[in-house]
């Protein structure tokens, strides 16, 4: 099993470019989350899905929207890149919870630079 | 909601001395506790969880933390550490019976182990 696989590694953008960013896991999780990890500020979630077909916001939602595609995947869109959405972006899923337990599995992270 | 406080934002120590990395919580639920690594350039990777039960939890790599409910605690640590525990250690927490599975990160605590 891959786990949880996102693409690109990197990507420099040009401020008000747009850009998707992909995840995918093989792991059979119902829910999956996007997080952006900046210096001093640990991990903040931007938006989750807790099933197919379903997404919410999180944290830090502003200037980015997501497709729950199917079961595996879960994407992100930068309509209009800003220089403020640089970051490194992690994907994550959770393992199906018994009582309540949370475990998530994060994917190698996407480094984005927007000039 | 939940929230995590990592008290120090960067450890140095010398190789084969012990370390404590700390971790306070705060919640109006009960809780399940986390502690993930990160390795230079690489995603999030579960060091160790505390879902209930014993207090003392041992993870991966020598690790063990314990939980200390009237303290809203959940320290991490390791008798003796090597250069390769150098790392970023993110505390987390979760709420029971969460079913959206979402997870608070604390900001990080940078372990450097010097020789």
């Known amino acids: 099993n891959a786990g949880v696989t996102q693409t690109p590694k990197f990507q420099v953008l040009k401020t008000g470019q747009s850009m998707t960013l992909q995840c995918a896991q093989d792991m059979n999780h119902n829910s999956m989350y996007w997080y952006r990890q900046d210096p001093g500020m640990g991990l903040r979630l931007i938006y989750y899905s807790a099933s197919e077909g379903t997404t919410d916001k999180g944290e830090v939602p502003n200037g980015y929207n997501v497709s729950r595609l199917n079961k595996r995947e879960f994407s992100l869109r930068l309509e209009s890149a800003a220089p403020s959405q640089t970051s490194v972006y992690f994907c994550?899923?959770?393992?199906?919870?018994?009582?309540?337990?949370?475990?998530?599995?994060f994917g190698p992270g996407t480094r984005l630079t927007v000039l | 909601a939940q929230s995590v406080t990592q008290l120090d934002s960067q450890v140095p120590v010398f190789e084969e001395a012990p370390v404590e990395l700390r971790c306070n919580y705060s919640s109006s639920v009960s809780v399940y506790l986390f502690w993930y690594v990160q390795y230079p350039n690489q995603g999030l990777q579960l060091l160790l969880k505390?879902?209930?039960?014993?207090?003392l939890v041992k993870g991966i790599n020598g690790f063990e933390a314990e939980f200390n409910k009237s303290q809203t605690s959940f320290h991490l640590r390791k008798p003796s550490v090597h250069i390769s525990d150098t790392a970023e250690y993110f505390c987390?927490?979760?709420?029971?019976?969460?079913?959206?599975?979402?997870?608070?990160f604390g900001r990080g605590t940078q372990l450097t182990v010097w020789p």
């Open positions: 505390y879902l209930s039960g014993s207090t």
């Open positions: 994550a899923s959770r393992a199906p919870g018994t009582s309540g337990y949370n475990e998530q599995f």
């Open positions: 987390a927490v979760s709420g029971r019976g969460s079913t959206l599975g979402r997870l608070y």
